[in-house]
């Protein structure tokens, strides 16, 4: 007797476009990430000496946003119609607004993944 052996490996990435963004007090600020595959994509923001927080999450089947409803309307993600890109926009960019931002992914909708 035999047997069959079948290893599978699923690979997921995430991958920052930019490293460092610089840019005016009251500008528009465009973050972006591509991605392969997950149902939820995730943006976090870290201010210095401070623990990330997260900010929204978009699903990827649909597009859809979510988001606590204490986030600044300033912030808004998206993806892009092939669903390889996921966005953060920061409208009229403030100094509080300098800090590290993390997107992820992720196949649940729990913010802590």
Not at 31 to 42: H, V
Not at 49 to 60: C, D, E, T, V
Request: glycine share 4%; proline share 3%.
């Amino acid at each position: 007797r035999g047997f069959n052996m079948c290893r599978l490996r699923i690979t997921q990435t995430i991958e920052p476009n930019q490293h460092e963004v610089y840019v005016d007090e009251g500008s528009n600020v465009h973050l972006s990430c591509n991605y392969t595959s997950a149902d939820y994509l995730l943006w976090y923001k870290q201010s210095p000496g401070s623990a990330p927080q997260y900010l929204l999450r978009i699903l990827h089947s649909s597009g859809t946003e979510f988001r606590d409803d204490t986030l600044d309307l300033r912030f808004s993600g998206k993806q892009n119609e092939d669903k390889t890109r996921v966005d953060l926009e920061i409208s009229s960019s403030e100094v509080t607004d300098s800090a590290l931002y993390y997107c992820a992914m992720s196949d649940h909708s729990d913010t802590n993944a």
